[in-house]
């Protein structure tokens, strides 16, 4: 179902001293087999092959700015830059209707019901993940889950700064697990699990992102990379999405200490599996 995974299991891979890239097979020698990647496949073909539905026209970037906030649109890269993905959660919103975000800043979006919205091309620079931006693809699970001890999820901060959260000003406000916001008899929030059908739509996307994208080489949480985003994309999300890619894909994840600027490693509670209700439980 997931196409042509790799059978072999990778070794988790060093990166270089800058944080840039892996450095399995001598870091000048990779790039030089990089930059002669070509990268002419057969991006409709694959996104069809894996349910991805192309919304890149009607998503409504926010070109960066000194005021744009967390989450925009900084231009284009070479695709041969791109080493990683990198997996988020919205902390917020439920909606399975995909105009809902389209103004997200990543490159994916997958909705409770497990459509997979493509947003941008993997081309494209989006302000995602703080220090990993220019070498990664963006993943979006719609929904606010709950922490490691599942009690609990992150559900705003206080006081703001122009109308953010500010390290080390602002503090967290959490809700308890079933602590949901209505909208008629419409559940548009909640701290809820993520959905099975998420589950096996984040595998999909992962894969077909590697299959489109060949120098790919790591998968990441942001949490690694933002001292701000502790619970992101949360425990069920790294361990049934971001751990099965590293042990059925050969994708790496930096190692157990691996982190940038101000984030935290990915903790060792994260990929082991999760015991929760058996619709979250995924065999590898």
């Known amino acids: 179902m997931f196409g042509n995974i790799l059978s072999s299991i990778f070794s988790e891979m060093e990166y270089e001293s800058n944080g840039t890239r892996p450095c399995n097979c001598g870091c000048t020698k990779c790039r030089q087999d990089e930059a002669e990647l070509s990268f002419e496949t057969d991006v409709a073909g694959i996104d069809a092959e894996y349910g991805i539905e192309d919304f890149t026209k009607q998503a409504n970037p ?3 700015s000194s005021n744009a ?7 284009t890269r070479p695709l041969s830059q791109v080493n990683a993905i990198v997996l988020h959660q919205t902390a917020g919103n439920l909606n399975n209707d995909p105009t809902a975000y389209f103004s997200v800043g990543a490159h994916y979006v997958v909705m409770p019901n497990g459509r997979i919205l493509k947003l941008y091309p993997e081309t494209d620079l989006i302000q995602h993940a703080n220090s990993f931006n220019g070498r990664s693809v963006g993943i979006e699970f719609a929904g606010n889950f709950p922490d ?9 901060c206080a006081p703001k700064q122009n109308g953010k959260c500010v390290k080390g000003v602002s503090k967290p406000i959490y809700k308890k697990v079933g602590h949901t916001v209505k909208s008629g008899n419409v559940v548009v929030r909640g701290c809820l699990y993520p959905t099975q059908e998420q589950m096996e ?13 060949p120098s790919i080489r790591h998968i990441l949480a942001h949490r690694q990379s933002s001292g701000l985003r502790g619970n992101d994309p949360g425990p069920e999300i790294w361990y049934n999405v971001g751990e099965w890619a590293v042990q059925q894909l050969g994708l790496g994840s930096g190692g157990a200490t691996f982190k940038e600027e ?8 994260w990929r082991k599996p999760r015991p929760v209700e058996a619709e979250f439980e995924f065999e590898f």
């Open 148 to 156: 490691i001890e599942r009690k609990q999820c992150w559900w705003d």
């Open 62 to 64: 926010k070109k960066c």
């Open 262 to 269: 101000g984030g935290s490693p990915i903790p060792a509670s």
């Open 201 to 213: 739509a984040g595998r999909r996307l992962v894969t077909a992102i590697t299959e489109k994208v």
């Open 69 to 75: 906030g967390f989450a925009c649109r900084r231009g």
